[in-house]
């Protein structure tokens, strides 16, 4: 693969807290919709890597470039969302005191998102029509003039989703979106998640097995913060070090 | 089955609103001016003088509503900006006292005693009515957005942003006291005489400035229920509720923060704007720790996060304050924090919240303290 075909570009990632690297050396790609599952252990840094990428943890060092050759490690959150790097959290982080809409309303894509523009700004019907079309698909249309707060912990989740697609980031990083949900959410998110990534890159961390074989088709595992195998799910299963670090692991926790 | 969203404003509430606004704005006035005095239908002019020092401060509680019960951040320095507004006003006023001071001086009382010869060059622009009535709103909008700027900036928050603000408080008691700061000192400003050519003493003029403080106070509400009905007034309560969420769905949050920290400055500008000429008098223990705290619990009585509570809160508590410090004079301050505790604790959202849940006769759609408390994530 050519650096030209790749959205994400992470090179030797070091992120150091007081000594504990929760990330070293780590070197993570991504093409253009690609739909990626990272995999690995407790601790392994997965989530460190998804905050490094969106700006919520600085780097010490090494570098992120994403699409055409933006270094984002130089960027804030804010900037990081506006160029199009979209962000679901591990716990559902929805706006509770706001309606299932209003949540929606607030993330969707504008070209100003300051004081003044958001204080006279109307939703157009486009918007509106695009809003709709987004609870359709997260289906909680019913919802839609519900408190978010209220809702059950499975459907934030797909609130949380739906507010990142009506951002339009060309790379949605999402962080362990099954948790919490039945079987049949769970498929029904794998489905929508596969529908997204033809059109965009996505990077989900996700430890259900069941649901990395659903959606796969290259896993990345990182351990100890770095990435130690790259490949098919079956490729990555029979991975020995891989096995050992799962096995391994599973003997100590016994 | 999830509860539905309270709209920003409903019609009951509305209609309420403006039901009230006409009683202040016509019918008390009328009662002061129609039935003769022994009629048990006249409303004194020292009535309707205290209703409009009450009106001033739910204006001052409007501003608190928006920074603390919407967007989450609690400021224990409204004050402050109250006491910027009425000393600007109260400047103006005492270069109107003229030769009419104690001394025949054309420089205020106070210097005269303080030695002063001349007047100091801050001065000079509050002979003009103009002066006042734009220093009282823009003074303390500018220092808001100095303050907020590097507050907010630096990203201090929650529990560690109130202590600032009431450092604030607490500093700008002591420059005020100060006689070296040309304010008057401890005394403050008083004595005025008029305003505009009107003698304060005149009940007609009074009775103008009462009907200018409920106007004021109908536009003050007008704009806080602008704010919070607007797409800005849901990213203040996104940042209320998940503060780093809100960074990630683009916007960015301390310019929300310092925009309605100015807004609610220029309120409490406004408020100390048109307390002054009613009143008769700002000194600093008018402007320090204990008035700023006590805006906090005018908003938490009548109930945080729905505007017409801090309205509420600020003219119950103060007409409260009028009737019980009457026969209980020292009790008062434990009343007060007695009735902040009761409130925090058994009503969380207020005096509106106890009022919304008699209206609905059921469980009541949860204002914004309890959905909090419950986890708004």
């Keep these: 693969m050519t650096k030209d075909d790749r959205i994400l570009d992470c090179e030797n990632i070091i992120v150091d807290y007081d000594g504990f690297k929760a990330l070293n050396n780590c070197n993570f790609h991504v093409k253009y919709n690609e739909l990626r599952v990272v995999i690995g252990p407790n601790g392994a840094g997965k989530t460190t890597l998804l905050d490094v990428i969106c700006g919520k943890t600085k780097a010490s060092s090494g570098t992120v470039r994403f699409g055409n050759n933006i270094d984002l490690t130089t960027k804030n959150a804010e900037t990081i969302t506006k160029l199009g790097v979209g962000r679901k959290f591990q716990a559902p982080s929805v706006y509770g005191n706001l309606s299932v809409w209003q949540n929606l309303d607030l993330s969707l894509k504008r070209a100003s998102k300051g004081v003044f523009p958001t204080l006279m700004g109307k939703s157009t019907p486009a918007e509106r029509a695009r809003i709709d079309e987004v609870l359709e698909t997260i289906g909680l249309i019913a919802f839609a003039y519900d408190r978010a707060g209220a809702l059950s912990h499975g459907q934030k989740q797909w609130l949380e989703i739906g507010m990142v697609i009506l951002q339009e980031p060309s790379l949605l990083l999402v962080d362990e979106p099954v948790a919490g949900m039945s079987d049949k959410e769970t498929e029904q998110t794998g489905h929508l998640l596969q529908a997204l990534s033809e059109k965009q890159a996505i990077v989900v961390i996700e430890h259900d097995m069941d649901f990395v074989r659903q959606i796969a088709r290259i896993v990345t595992v990182l351990a100890e913060g770095t990435v130690i195998c790259e490949g098919t799910v079956e490729q990555v299963q029979a991975n020995d070090h891989v096995r050992e670090i799962y096995l391994g692991r599973a003997k100590v926790a016994h | ?377």
């Design chain 2, 1 to 377: 089955m999830p509860e539905s969203i309270r709209p920003p404003y409903d019609s009951r509430e509305t209609l309420a609103f403006y039901l009230t606004a006409a009683l202040f704005l016509v019918v008390l006035p009328l009662l002061n001016v129609l039935p003769s005095e022994d009629s048990w239908l006249h409303l004194s002019d020292f009535r309707l003088n205290q209703f409009g020092k009450f009106l001033c401060f739910a204006i001052l509680a409007l501003g608190l509503d928006l920074t603390w019960g919407y967007c989450g951040v609690l400021s224990l320095g409204q004050g402050v900006f109250f006491g910027f507004g009425a000393y600007c006003m109260g400047m103006y006023l005492t270069m109107q006292i003229g030769s009419e001071s104690v001394y025949g001086s054309d420089l205020p009382d106070f210097m005269v005693w303080t030695q002063v010869k001349e007047l100091p060059w801050f001065w000079v622009p509050f002979k003009n009515f103009g002066a006042g009535l734009v220093g009282a709103l823009v003074v303390p909008m500018v220092f808001a957005t100095i303050f907020g700027f590097l507050a907010f900036r630096s990203r201090i928050k929650g529990v560690y942003f109130a202590i600032l603000t009431q450092a604030l408080a607490f500093a700008a008691w002591l420059v005020f006291n100060r006689n070296e700061t040309r304010l008057g000192g401890t005394n403050g400003l008083t004595d005025f005489k008029q305003i505009l050519g009107f003698r304060l003493t005149d009940v007609s003029t009074q009775r103008a400035l009462y009907i200018l403080t409920v106007v004021a106070l109908i536009g003050a509400f007008l704009l806080c229920r602008w704010i919070v009905a607007s797409r800005a007034g849901k990213v203040l309560i996104a940042i209320r509720d998940s503060e780093s969420r809100v960074t990630f769905s683009g916007y960015t949050p301390w310019v929300f923060k310092l925009f309605v920290f100015v807004v609610a400055a220029g309120l409490a500008g406004l408020s100390g704007l048109l307390y002054v000429p009613q009143v008769g008098i700002i000194t600093p223990a008018q402007i320090g720790v204990l008035p700023s705290l006590e805006v906090v619990i005018w908003v938490a009585v009548g109930g945080r996060g729905t505007l017409i509570g801090a309205v509420l809160g600020a003219v119950v508590v103060n007409y409260g304050r009028s009737v019980l410090t009457n026969y209980f004079p020292e009790a008062w301050p434990f009343i007060l924090g007695g009735l902040f505790v009761v409130v925090v604790t058994m009503f969380p959202d207020g005096l509106v919240g106890l009022i919304r849940r008699f209206f609905s006769g059921k469980s009541p759609a949860r204002g914004l303290a309890v959905q909090k408390a419950q986890g708004g994530s």
